[in-house]
């Protein structure tokens, strides 16, 4: 009688695929994809109408700088007790109440620029509460993407949230340069407090277990839950490696793209160009999750982090050659290289942090991200004054490459694993 040998377990290439479009049969991720898709159309729009809003107030690129600069500011204060409360609190719920704060900033906002009453105190002001929502929301929605799904389609899950929300941005900065253009910039912040309003209600409609948390006898204080929080950031030098290049490559970029974009393309090419030029770059994005969502590498962190060199193109062609195809290229191929990394970044944070402090640790990922952001956009102003806008951009474009070529020198960086 011949014996019958057990099969031979799968291995990771012979087990099938998940399907690409498994994670919206989920109710909880399909309303979380459609708040943060309606936030994100919104914001498409309001950079390009506060830029110009400021711009036709004074026509100062210092101004500029400050108002956004303070945003990002006010993202760098709030955004590890954001994690905190994320921890704490039912993810969604945080979600609905920074949607509500930010639509009442961004309806405030509106208001002064119709009206014609906002002045570069009342803008700043305004800036820093909404990137105080800003700051409390990023960690609740960036950890409750897992939450959502099972763990086999978490990389379809992320490539899925970042394809929906992207293709919103091209519907929002088309239009943001439509309305800026025609009606003027304070329309556009009237959409962007719309958006808001609209996704308190889906993130309300999210229904998600508790993440697995300490028993409330173990709790500890907010500074507490903050060291805890740094252990677990800290002790992964894969992660702060990749934090602190993107703290360099978000302040060029954010310096270069946010202020002296808007400058040169009052200088040469028009309003109206700008946002097309955001609009391919979203494009791009779209391409690149539609592909991340289907990779297969082990190496997915250092396979992302390649792609970052892509981010000094577009700063690049803005100082060198202004013009509208170098422009269009070059956005599309920087928004494809992004959903690379963003994919594999995200997919990496839900597979090696625990879920209990994963709003945490995105909190300082965020923190070190945009420490020097409101630097870059602070300073883009002034050192454009004084040395040239093209040398600026010029400058920012290398501190891109410099910073992509120090996060690939990290040994951990190369071989952090990836469950494909």
């Given at each position: 009688?011949?014996?019958?040998?057990?099969?031979?377990?799968?291995?990771?290439?012979?087990?099938?695929?998940?399907?690409?479009?498994?994670?919206?049969?989920?109710?909880?991720?399909?309303?979380?994809?459609?708040?943060?898709?309606?936030?994100?159309?919104?914001?498409?729009?309001?950079?390009?109408?506060?830029?110009?809003?400021?711009?036709?107030?004074?026509?100062?690129?210092?101004?500029?700088?400050?108002v956004v600069g303070v945003r990002s500011l006010a993202n760098v204060l709030f955004v590890l007790f954001g994690g905190v409360i994320a921890d704490r609190l039912p993810r969604h719920l945080v979600m609905v109440g920074t949607c509500v704060l930010a639509a009442l900033t961004q309806a405030a906002v509106a208001t002064a620029v119709l009206t014609g009453t906002a002045?570069?105190?009342?803008?700043?002001?305004?800036?820093?509460?909404?990137?105080?929502?800003?700051?409390?929301?990023?960690?609740?929605?960036?950890?409750?993407?897992?939450?959502?799904?099972?763990?086999?389609?978490?990389?379809?899950?992320?490539?899925?949230?970042?394809?929906?929300?992207?293709?919103?941005?091209?519907?929002?900065?088309?239009?943001?340069?439509?309305?800026?253009?025609?009606?003027?910039?304070?329309?556009?912040?009237?959409?962007?407090?719309?958006?808001?309003?609209?996704?308190?209600?889906?993130?309300?409609?999210?229904?998600?277990?508790?993440?697995?948390?300490?028993?409330?006898?173990?709790?500890?204080?907010?500074?507490?839950?903050?060291?805890?929080?740094?252990?677990?950031?800290?002790?992964?030098?894969?992660?702060?490696?990749?934090?602190?290049?993107?703290?360099?490559?978000?302040?060029?970029?954010?310096?270069?793209?946010?202020?002296?974009?808007?400058?040169?393309?009052?200088?040469?090419?028009?309003?109206?160009?700008?946002?097309?030029?955001?609009?391919?770059?979203?494009?791009?994005?779209?391409?690149?999750?539609?592909?991340?969502?289907?990779?297969?590498?082990?190496?997915?962190?250092?396979?992302?982090?390649?792609?970052?060199?892509?981010?000094?193109?577009?700063?690049?062609?803005?100082?060198?050659?202004?013009?509208?195809?170098?422009?269009?290229?070059?956005?599309?191929?920087?928004?494809?290289?992004?959903?690379?990394?963003?994919?594999?970044?995200?997919?990496?944070?839900?597979?090696?942090?625990?879920?209990?402090?994963?709003?945490?640790?995105?909190?300082?990922?965020?923190?070190?991200?945009?420490?020097?952001?409101?630097?870059?956009?602070?300073?883009?102003?002034?050192?454009?004054?004084?040395?040239?806008?093209?040398?600026?951009?010029?400058?920012?474009?290398?501190?891109?490459?410099?910073?992509?070529?120090?996060?690939?020198?990290?040994?951990?960086?190369?071989?952090?694993?990836?469950?494909?």
């Amino acid at each position: 009688m011949t014996e019958t040998l057990p099969a031979a377990p799968p291995t990771q290439e012979d087990r099938p695929r998940p399907g690409t479009l498994a994670p919206l049969r989920h109710p909880a991720f399909r309303f979380l994809v459609a708040g943060r898709t309606v936030t994100m159309a919104g914001n498409a729009v309001a950079p390009i109408a506060l830029a110009f809003a400021v711009l036709d107030l004074t026509g100062s690129a210092r101004d500029l700088g400050l108002v956004v600069g303070v945003r990002s500011l006010a993202n760098v204060l709030f955004v590890l007790f954001g994690g905190v409360i994320a921890d704490r609190l039912p993810r969604h719920l945080v979600m609905v109440g920074t949607c509500v704060l930010a639509a009442l900033t961004q309806a405030a906002v509106a208001t002064a620029v119709l009206t014609g009453t906002a002045t570069i105190p009342l803008l700043v002001a305004l800036s820093a509460v909404n990137g105080l929502a800003a700051a409390l929301a990023f960690p609740a929605a960036s950890a409750l993407v897992p939450q959502t799904v099972p763990a086999e389609v978490r990389q379809q899950a992320n490539a899925i949230n970042r394809l929906a929300f992207n293709a919103a941005m091209i519907g929002g900065a088309s239009l943001g340069g439509v309305l800026v253009s025609e009606v003027g910039p304070g329309w556009g912040l009237a959409v962007d407090a719309a958006t808001f309003g609209v996704a308190a209600v889906l993130f309300a409609l999210v229904r998600v277990p508790r993440a697995t948390a300490a028993a409330p006898a173990e709790r500890t204080g907010v500074f507490a839950d903050l060291r805890i929080g740094w252990s677990e950031f800290a002790g992964r030098t894969w992660l702060w490696v990749v934090v602190a290049g993107f703290c360099v490559i978000n302040a060029a970029v954010s310096g270069a793209m946010n202020v002296l974009g808007p400058v040169v393309a009052d200088e040469t090419f028009g309003r109206k160009t700008w946002g097309l030029v955001l609009a391919v770059q979203t494009a791009g994005m779209i391409v690149g999750a539609l592909l991340a969502m289907r990779v297969r590498v082990r190496r997915f962190l250092f396979y992302g982090v390649l792609w970052c060199g892509a981010d000094l193109l577009l700063v690049l062609a803005l100082g060198l050659t202004p013009y509208v195809v170098p422009l269009l290229l070059t956005g599309f191929v920087v928004g494809f290289a992004l959903e690379q990394f963003a994919v594999a970044w995200d997919t990496s944070m839900q597979e090696h942090v625990p879920g209990d402090m994963l709003a945490r640790v995105y909190s300082y990922d965020m923190l070190g991200s945009i420490l020097a952001m409101p630097i870059g956009q602070m300073a883009a102003g002034p050192l454009a004054e004084w040395f040239g806008v093209r040398e600026t951009l010029v400058g920012a474009a290398v501190l891109c490459g410099v910073a992509t070529l120090a996060m690939l020198a990290s040994r951990d960086v190369r071989r952090l694993p990836h469950a494909i």
